[in-house]
């Protein structure tokens, strides 16, 4: 078929055209073709010449009306000749009614065309039915102009079928038509509702440059062909639900301004959203992506839903933008997938989704959800901006979960733009939780987990932590409970003792409170927690970091009245007490300098003897000579009496408080009562110097 003529204007048509009703506005006068014979068109023969021409028609000859105008009432007559007796259907055989014009109603209702049907730049002011219509050779309706409704139900164009620069005023239905041979859309305007439900499209199907501006329907239709929609605008909500891709499916530069519904769509071959643009949501639930799936530079201003949805090729979002959520739930990626680098200004939630291959997600996304989802390899979450949410995750090969400084970069080498996240307060990746994750196989890096939730972790002391991994910290400024000030030595704590912390009586401000799906967790759920996390940092060879969680375990313990018995605790108050379980340098040395304060005032008030006692030598002289045996005695050291507290007696009273500290005798003679306080000082004061020994070793460590 060759490309129609122009439209009308003052130019005539390339035909022998009938010319009547010219006037000095339009010297052509009318454009219809001399009916074989005559000199004029079928709208302005004479009735005996019409009646004549039509009785020479029989069912499937070829007719020829260009450029003539029908009334509802004519093209009935034309038709009528054409019925088949036995069907009672028109049949034509090459039909051209290029530039015809319809008047009223055009009804070729099971009509059959058994030759090529043109329909260029005709002009059909009424509704065109064409239902159940089969068009055996070439259809073309180029530039056509549809003002009312246009109904090819169940039509069947065997050969090509052509609609370029067609315009649809009214509504256009094609539903359950079959398109044997290519079917071609371009640059044509549906100002209504668009209808292709249970179509099949047998070749391939080519929607360029459409505009829709209604609603556009493709639900059940099948292309078995492939399907290229490229630069189409779709003004209105498009559903493509349970329709059939079993060729390739491309949708590029394609704006959906409403709602667009690929539900339980299928896509055999590859199918390509590149540069797509989703103003309202997008719908793909329960879609099967037999091929590849890319979503490059795709945009979704509204949510975007693929929950359940398989994704048996590879799976692409490179450049994606999500201003909405983003909501892959029980979604399935059997290979390899790379969602990013995109950006993500809601949520992307992942939950249940099922990963068979290697995984990279390079996501910029305010909150990323993947509880009770299962990764069967390796996989490498970068993140930016996200909160993280991995409860009850199960993954049996290495996975990465890493934070980015700077902005992810393209494969072109540019920059992710991420100006959609500007309100986000920085561009820290926070865990939110770990609970019923087997952690052996788990690296964190750069991951904020102050506010991450570890009870019911597995394996948490295999867990690896690279660069800066804050945990959350106590309060930082002294409180008073009643009476009494209360300040909290800065260590490493996790959310869920904030939590437990909060909800006590006498909880002091800065202790944060859990939300509502945290759930309540004490200290017996605690200390193992904090004991697997000390010995991950131990095996980490940060031993410093691992006095913290060391800490918090003890913590746990002498708070845990349900499983640590009263004796116990009361150990561990003590422990905690005197040194801060061996970690507080600073708690011990002050007991230790009051320990020697005290034992310095008892030595001066009640130790030293008011005089040292004086060493006595007595013997007696045998008669006649011989040896003489002397007797040394001492006397005993008398209680002070007097000036109890003077220089001289503080100096004794500090040489024999520094000897105990070292376990060491001074020598110094002392009261009864002084040989007791120098027994519990040489007790006391060692032990609390090695604690301060242990505390400042715990810290220093490596």
Known sequence: MSHPSPGLSLTPPDWPHCGHGTTPEDPVGCRGIHVPGHTLCLAHLADPDRDTYLAGLAPGTDIDHRGTPFTE???????????????????????????????GDARFESATFEGD????????????????????????????????????????????????????????????????????????????????????????????????????????????????????????????????????????????????????????????????????????????????????SATFTGDARFGLVTFAGDAGFESVTFAGDAGFRLATFERAASLGPL????????????????????????????????????AELRLRYATVDFAHAVFEYPLTIAAEASPLVLTDGEPLAEQSLDGAPDARVRMASLRGVDAAHLVLADVDLSRCLFTGTVHLDQLRLEGACPFGKVPSRTAWRRWRPVRFTERR????????????????????????????????????????????????????????????????????????????RGLLHGYWLLSGYGL????????????????????????????DPKQEATGTVPPGGGTVTFEIDKDDPQNPTGDRF???????????????????????????????????????????????????RNRVKR
């Open 493 to 568: 704590t996790l959310a869920e003792e904030h939590h437990w912390r909060a909800t006590q009586p006498a909880a002091i401000p800065g202790w944060n409170m859990a939300v509502f799906s945290a759930g309540s967790v004490g200290p017996a759920q605690l200390a193992p927690v904090y004991r697997a996390l000390r010995k991950a940092f131990e095996d980490g060879k940060n031993d410093p970091g691992a006095a913290d969680f060391y800490y918090g375990e003890m913590e746990m313990r002498r708070h845990d009245r349900a499983s640590t018995t009263r004796a116990e």
């Open 117 to 296: 049907a043109r329909f260029w730049s005709a002009t059909f002011e009424g509704d065109a039915w064409f239902k159940s219509a089969t068009f055996a050779g070439d259809a073309g309706f180029w530039s056509a102009t549809f003002a009312g409704d246009a109904r090819f139900g169940a039509v069947t164009f065997a050969g090509d079928a052509r609609f370029e620069s067609v315009t649809f005023a009214g509504d256009a239905r094609f539903g359950a038509v079959t398109f044997a041979g290519d079917a071609r859309f371009g640059a044509v305007t549906f100002t209504s509702r668009a209808r292709f439900e249970s179509a099949t499209f047998a070749g391939d199907a080519w929607f360029w440059l459409v505009t829709f501006e209604g609603d556009a329907w493709f639900e059940s239709a099948t292309f078995a062909g492939g399907a290229e929609f490229r630069s189409a605008t779709f003004e209105g909500d498009a559903g493509f639900g349970a329709a059939i891709f079993t060729g390739d499916a491309g949708f590029r530069s394609v704006t959906f301004e409403g709602d667009a519904g690929f539900e339980s769509v299928t896509f055999e071959g590859d199918a390509r959203f590149w540069s797509v643009t989703f103003a309202g949501d997008a719908w793909f639930e329960s879609a099967t992506f037999t091929g590849d799936a890319g979503f490059e």
């Open 584 to 611: 507080r340098a600073s708690r011990a040395l002050g007991w230790l300098a009051t320990a020697m304060f005290v034992t310095i005032i008892l030595l001066m008030g009640f130790g030293l003897p008011n005089e």
């Open 343 to 378: 950006v993500c200004a809601g949520r992307v939630r992942l939950s249940g989704a099922v990963f068979g291959g290697p995984v990279t997600l390079l996501l910029a996304v305010r909150r990323l959800e993947c509880r009770r989802t299962r990764w069967s390899a390796t």
């Open 646 to 696: 003077s220089g001289r007696r503080f100096e004794k009273a500090l040489n024999v408080t520094l000897n105990s500290v070292v376990f060491r005798s001074s020598g110094q003679d002392l009261t009864t009562a002084g040989t007791y306080i120098e027994m519990a000082s040489r007790v006391t004061e060692p032990i609390l110097l090695g604690l301060a020994v242990l505390a400042v």
């Open 73 to 103: 009432p004519l093209l009935n007559a034309l038709l009528a000749p054409l019925h088949d007796p036995t069907t009672h259907h028109p049949i034509l055989g090459d039909a051209r009614f290029e530039s015809a014009t319809f008047e």
